[in-house]
């Protein structure tokens, strides 16, 4: 008889496990060093550098509740950038930034 796991009322043994390979992949995402978002919490702008080779495609800003966040303005050249939140409430955000090498998110507070 196969050795059987038991745990509250799920129970299963060996003999009907089966564990299929499977490959992960991810897209490229940039290291920190590659794209920097600060000062964080901020209160009124978030200043963006970019390495030379990061091209930046879009930026995002999500609510809490995943819900999108308009930003009117935003500057990026050259590998700096400036997003204003002058009409943002202050809170918790997730700012996401696709580049060329991939998608970064960082969590963003605003007081």
Known sequence: MAPQCTSGT???TSENLFVSP???STNNVPDKEEIQIFPNPFTT???ILTN???QIK???IYNVFG???TVHDYEYLEGRGRIYFDHVPPGCYLLQVVSNM???NKKIVKM
Do not use: A, N
Request: with cysteine; glycine share 4%; net charge positive.
């Open 67 to 69: 819900q999108p966040v």
């Open 22 to 24: 499977c490959r992960t």
């Open 102 to 104: 991939g998608t970064f």
């Open 52 to 54: 030379t080779f990061v």
């Open 45 to 47: 702008d978030l200043k």
């Open 58 to 60: 879009s930026i995002h």
């Open 10 to 12: 799920l129970s299963f």
